[in-house]
């Protein structure tokens, strides 16, 4: 019997197991595959998340960063091609090593890992939860915390099943007249069934879109590609490589699902993210408080979870409400 079972070394992961280490917890981390290891993702740090990480981590390490290292914000074009500049310090990070780098600083504190292990389900037990593993195996502890991104998780089966977005990235090497110390965001409708994107790592140019149908992903990114190339003089030499990934289709209200009895769900497994895919924030706030709730439980920890997120839920609400005023396409965000 462990303290805590964390399913998933991400962001969330990490955070919670650091919190419950430090804590003299006695915490595995369960991650399906061997770190470091790949994470497809746009890869930038906003303000927000610099402020968690220096106050639990410290500064990222150089070895996490890609050129330019510095972002300077979003620019955000909405359905009619009008642009808005949003400015924030931020920094640009390849995932695989940036996330390495959170589980060492958990590892450092005592937290175990066993990698390699794809967790097929978490079940609530007498006063514990229970992890099973795909050969039949199972682990027993006080509390889980599930951080198994939006592909897992305890919230698409009680919803009924997973409702996700889909994304489709391609690195490229070329140039373009944009901005590299930004990250550009389109809602065009012409572009992608979500939204799309554009910016710069290690001097190759990144485009990529999301859609709710996988299998129309290629053809919008074609569409996007020619928009680049007419638009803002992208031109490439050769695609070096594709990513894809999922991520939670947040609906209106921005409901999350907190866990049940001794399981808590944190991330994206719970169903935090905020605009245009920037989930690392919310990742690493909500694995701190389902931490901070196991470890400082005067009542019920799944109760005093949920309340501790109240406040990242509604930040996350005006985000999506933001977006909603720029974009018909989230028009329902708006609460109306």
């Not at 993702?41 to 639990?56: A, M, N, P, Y």
């Not at 979003?74 to 920094?91: A, H, I, S, T």
């Not at 951080?147 to 391609?170: I, P």
Request: net charge neutral.
């Amino acid at each position: 019997m462990q303290d805590v079972i964390v399913v998933g070394a991400g962001p969330a992961g990490c955070a919670a197991a650091n919190i419950l280490a430090g804590s003299g917890k006695a915490v595995t981390v369960i991650e399906r595959r061997r770190l470091p290891r790949n994470k497809p993702c746009s890869g930038i740090l906003i303000g927000k998340t610099l402020e968690l990480l220096r106050e639990h981590f410290g500064e990222v390490p150089r070895a996490a960063l890609c050129t330019p290292y510095e972002n300077r914000g979003m620019v955000f074009f909405d359905d009619d091609g009008k642009e808005f500049c949003f400015e924030q310090k931020g920094l640009n990070v390849w995932r695989s090593p940036f996330d390495f780098w959170l589980w060492e600083q958990a590892a450092t504190r005592g937290a175990n890992l066993i990698e390699g292990r794809n967790v097929t389900a978490v079940t609530q037990g007498d006063g514990f939860a229970e992890v099973a593993f795909a050969d039949g195996t199972k682990l027993r502890a006080r509390f889980v915390i599930d951080c198994s991104g939006a592909a897992g998780g305890l919230r698409g089966r009680s919803e009924g099943g997973r409702d996700l977005v889909y994304t489709y990235q391609v690195f490229y090497r070329g140039s373009s007249c944009l901005d590299p110390h930004y990250f550009y965001a389109l809602t065009d409708p012409r572009f992608s069934e979500y939204d799309a994107w554009y910016n710069v790592k290690d001097g190759m140019p990144v485009a990529g879109v999301a859609v709710r149908n996988p299998q129309n992903a290629v053809r919008f990114h074609k569409a996007f590609f020619e928009h680049l190339h007419t638009e803002f003089g992208f031109s490439v030499t050769r695609a070096v490589r594709e990513e894809r990934w999922v991520m939670p289709h947040i609906r209106p209200k921005c409901s999350v699902h907190c866990g049940e009895g001794n399981i808590l769900c944190a991330g994206e497994a719970a169903g935090f993210l905020n605009p245009m895919g920037e989930g690392i924030s919310s990742a690493l706030a909500s694995g701190m408080l389902a931490a901070s709730a196991v470890v400082n439980r005067k009542q019920d920890a799944l109760s005093a979870y949920t309340a501790s997120v109240r406040e990242l839920q509604e930040y996350m609400a005006r985000q999506w409400k933001l977006l909603s005023f720029l974009s018909e396409r989230f028009r329902g965000m708006r609460g109306e």
